[in-house]
């Protein structure tokens, strides 16, 4: 990683690590052959297509297309950063991680020290709601709430008593405590000097990270005050729209209900919690952003959207509905719950209880009915204008989904609805391709993989190179690398860098190129078999079979600069130096050509 964590001590740690320790720790994997495999952890099935392999070190997902190595998986599954996934596998092989210009030294240090004030925060409030004398303000309105000393604890709540620095004079020990606390969202800086308490005569709700660690506060004020609601501003460790509440608690419920409800408050997480469901998580005090969907993507297929019935819950539905619709894959579906006008998520689970509240979200409106039923709302179909208008107000929202199943099922809706062929308005919206009905296209993401695993020579080449890194080192690096074919530059770089180090792994020799545009295309090849290879990888001769899929690259790498210079000759002549280069390559191929002449 340059610039960051060198690549050196990237290389020894994933020497020192071993992938199946590290993912059976998290998913319980069982041999299978020489691999181990599991249910994927990272979509729901039920036969284990997980698998991961000791010699690459290395997984992959035949089922999701999710892959890669030790590192990777941490920051899949645990949603951990690179420089922290990094840490979390050298802690646990004894490793200390050089801070040479990693989110450097002092920064991990400044981060130590907020997430520490922060917890000294926490406990403070929480100490507050059992000791301080206007305790039982906030204990009586919690209990108005419905809610117990059980749930309160578990969620962590506390309380800010009234008062201008109580929590400045309790943790501040010195003024830069007192400026770190600024940092950290807890204290404000007075104009005329001195400092006082952010959060003051409210409930308060710790926020957690994806790691657990108490990053930011919300609270909730008691009795009359604006803000209602007040969270922790923007810091180096709180970002609202990034950060989930309720998720680090729920992300095994949502994992196991394959569902995630989405809701306004806090209070409305922890009311659900009390009831038994255990799935629900509220944005904080932002619309649902797309940072948002993608970290709830990662648990669940399943996003449901809970909002009041009333005109600001189904202008917040829509906004929802429009950061969601870039996002939506193949396999992942989203609906939207409206609730009667006047009631949140926190009275009606109260007012009918689990198994009815869990009935509405089951049976919550799916995103393409409720995008179109919206729009139809709008226009008269009975007239033909309207079903025009119907299909350009439906035009800025179809171009926003990706191509796929779905994209395609809705634009069938809308040609229904607007009595247009699905085929002429996939040409109209600008997708010509064929319908969902179509039986040459079961799946995007089936189709979209198979283009990607088609097999081509230098497919071939990269991939074997990626797979037995020890096949390098008969390479002819320099003939390489005068290599003039798509793809030859890569190819030279993996053999250069697979050369430098025979004996790294797979996923080893993956990592080397994380922070280039090649990454990705990388990972895939790393698992990639070639399906005009029908030879098992025990009975194949490697080495014979990459020296003749490079003989091959060169012969057309030699035919296609022929081609060019034959051409030029055709259209405007060669130069000296090109005639002898198309009379020695013509030699090379075994054919006769012109005779070099002099200028």
């Keep these: 990683m340059a610039g960051r964590i060198p690549e050196k001590f990237i290389d020894d740690l994933l020497a020192r690590v071993d992938i199946v320790d590290v993912i059976d720790a998290r998913v319980p994997l069982k041999k299978a052959g020489k691999d181990y495999k599991a249910c994927c952890p990272f979509h729901e099935e039920k036969t284990p297509s997980f698998t991961v392999s000791a010699d690459k070190q290395f997984y992959h997902c035949f089922g999701c297309g999710e892959h890669g190595t030790a590192i990777g998986f941490l920051m899949n599954y645990d949603h951990m950063s690179f420089p922290e996934a990094v840490r979390e596998l050298a802690a646990k092989v004894g490793m200390e991680v050089p801070e040479e210009a990693q989110a450097s030294a002092e920064t991990v240090s400044r981060n130590d020290t907020l997430l520490e004030l922060l917890k000294q925060a926490d406990q403070y409030y929480r100490r507050q709601l059992r000791e301080h004398p206007d ?65 003051r005569e409210r409930v308060m709700f710790p926020i957690h990270d994806y790691r657990g660690r108490i990053v930011g506060f919300g609270g909730r004020v008691i009795g009359e005050g604006e803000p209602k609601y007040l969270n922790s501003p923007e810091t180096p460790l709180f970002h609202k729209g990034r950060e989930v509440y309720g998720l680090y608690r729920g992300r095994d419920a949502i994992r196991q209900e394959q569902r995630v409800l989405v809701v306004e408050g806090y209070m409305d997480v922890v009311a659900l919690a009390q009831y038994g469901i255990n799935y629900a998580v509220a944005t904080l005090g932002t619309a649902t952003t797309r940072d948002h969907l993608e970290r709830l993507f990662r648990f669940t297929p399943e996003v449901v959207f809970a909002f009041d019935g009333d005109r600001a819950g189904r202008d917040a539905a829509w906004r929802a509905l429009e950061n969601v619709l870039p996002i939506m894959e193949s396999g992942r579906q989203v609906s939207f719950l409206f609730l009667p006008e006047g009631e949140d998520p926190d009275s009606m689970v109260r007012k009918e209880g689990t198994e009815k509240f869990a009935d509405r979200i089951r049976n919550a409106r799916p995103l393409g009915e409720y995008l179109i039923d919206s729009l139809v709302e709008k226009v008269d179909l009975s007239r033909m204008d309207g079903r025009a208008r119907l299909v350009e107000l439906a035009r800025p929202l179809i171009e926003k989904l990706p191509n796929g199943v779905f994209r395609q099922m809705l634009i069938d809706r809308l040609g229904e609805k607007g009595r247009v062929s699905a085929e002429n308005l996939s040409t109209l919206l600008g997708n010509p391709q064929q319908t969902a009905s179509s039986s040459k296209d079961t799946s995007s993401r089936a189709a979209s993989r198979a283009v990607r695993q088609k097999s081509t020579l230098m497919r071939h080449a990269i991939a074997l190179v990626l797979q037995h890194p020890e096949l390098a080192a008969k390479v002819d690096l320099g003939r390489l690398q005068q290599m003039d074919l798509p793809g030859a530059q890569l190819l030279a770089q993996v053999v250069e860098r697979a050369a430098e180090g025979p004996q790294r792994s797979t996923g080893a020799l993956v990592e080397l190129f994380r922070e280039t545009e090649h990454y990705q295309p990388l990972q895939k090849l790393a698992v990639w078999i070639d399906p005009a290879s029908e030879v098992a990888t025990s009975e194949r001769d490697l080495q014979r079979e990459l020296t003749d899929v490079l003989a091959r690259l060169q012969r057309q790498a030699l035919q296609g600069r022929i081609e060019t210079l034959t051409s030029k000759e055709a259209l405007t002549g060669l130069n000296t130096a090109e005639k002898q280069e198309l009379v020695a390559l013509l030699a090379e191929k075994g054919s006769p050509g012109p005779t070099p002449e002099s200028d």
């Design 135 to 199: 305790a039982g303000r906030a204990t009586g309105y919690l209990k108005g709430r419905g809610l117990s000393g059980e749930i309160a604890a578990e969620f962590g709540l506390g309380f800010a008593p009234p008062g201008w620095d109580n929590l400045t004079k309790a943790i501040g020990r010195d003024e830069q405590t007192r400026e770190d606390m600024v940092t950290a969202g807890l204290a404000v800086r007075k104009d005329q000097g001195g400092y006082y308490d952010r959060f």
